[in-house]
């Protein structure tokens, strides 16, 4: 068995899809590693199509999906928690992990076994802290040689938690902090042509759209959940909020949505070309293949690789 089979690849590039079904030919669970699909509630906006998951009849476990709820702020720390108690109990099982996702971070994080222990309050730190602006706090979180997600650090208040951080694990011994990455982990990217892509997107928000995206999101500000804490989400949650409330009309609403969502796709596939350079092999396939046939190409190289192992 490997250490971990991975999946990973731009929004709408079918990435959940193939899982399922390598998942299903394999007998296992998918962990996702899709930074807003754990909020509860948020179904359409973070397109889960949760239907997805079964295959002919059989359903097909999932973990680390509808596990916060909406208005929380989860974290690459926690995330690391999470998914580290959930890749105990599949090995304790004998299922073979397999980890599907858009968010490069936590990807990368897991493969190269990143040790992110929680870490306490420090009041006197914080203390000293107080006061000073987002592009001082910013200047001296840069001072730590750490793994930081800095899109965590849009605010005085999250800069503060980050800098806390980086100063506790900067004074724990360096076997404490020492990565474990994973030597025989697979990961297997969709490759999608760009054009492709764009279409794919443009496609599937308008189906959002007509599924009721506008209405899950006023739900959700109905339910107590405050326009600023759906508006960090970014993305659907941010642009339909804004035109929730009055700041946009429904026609920028999707103008400015659509270009968002091409953007963070573009960004995404940068983040995986990135992780090629920083080591990490990644095979990829041709989105435009049959599920079957990219299947397939899944198994056989699961097979070269544990046949490339030694006994």
């Known amino acids: 068995m490997l250490d971990l089979i991975a999946i990973v690849g731009p929004t709408a590039s079918g990435k959940t899809t193939l899982a399922v079904a390598v998942a299903h030919r394999l007998n296992t669970e998918i962990i996702s590693a899709d930074s807003r699909q754990i ?100 200047s001296i979180l840069q001072q730590y040689k750490t793994l930081h997600n800095t899109t965590d650090t849009d605010t005085c208040k999250r800069a503060i938690r980050a800098i806390e951080i980086a100063e506790y694990y900067s004074r724990q011994p360096a076997e404490m902090l020492q990565p474990r990455p994973m030597r025989n982990a697979l990961v297997v990217g969709i490759e999608i042509e760009r054009d492709l892509r764009r279409a794919r997107i443009s496609h599937r928000l308008r189906q959002r759209l007509d599924e009721g995206m506008v209405e899950e999101i006023k739900s959700l500000l109905e339910s107590g959940i405050p326009p600023e804490s759906l508006i960090y989400y970014g993305l659907e949650y941010k642009f339909v909020t804004e035109y929730l409330i009055g700041k946009l009309s429904y ?44 299947t397939e190409l899944i198994l056989d190289l699961i097979q070269q690789q544990e046949g490339s192992q030694p006994r």
């Open 39 to 138: 909020y509860r509630d948020m179904d359409i906006g973070t397109g889960k199509d949760l239907g997805e998951y079964t295959v002919d009849g059989t359903p097909v476990p999932y973990h680390l999906i509808d596990i916060c709820p909406a208005g929380y702020r989860y974290n690459l720390y926690e995330y690391v928690r999470d998914f580290n108690a959930v890749y105990a109990d599949m090995q304790t099982r004998g299922k073979q992990p397999l980890l599907c996702g858009g968010t490069g971070l936590y990807v990368e994080t897991v493969l190269k076994g990143y040790a992110l222990p929680p870490v306490p309050e420090n009041p006197s730190l914080r203390a000293a802290l107080q006061g000073k602006s987002l592009d001082e706090l910013t």
């Open 251 to 294: 026609d920028e609403m999707v103008e400015r949505l659509e270009i968002a969502i091409h953007q963070f796709a573009k960004r995404q596939m940068t983040w995986f070309r990135g992780m090629e350079r920083r080591g990490i092999p990644i095979h990829w396939i041709d989105a435009t293949l049959p599920t079957d046939d990219k």
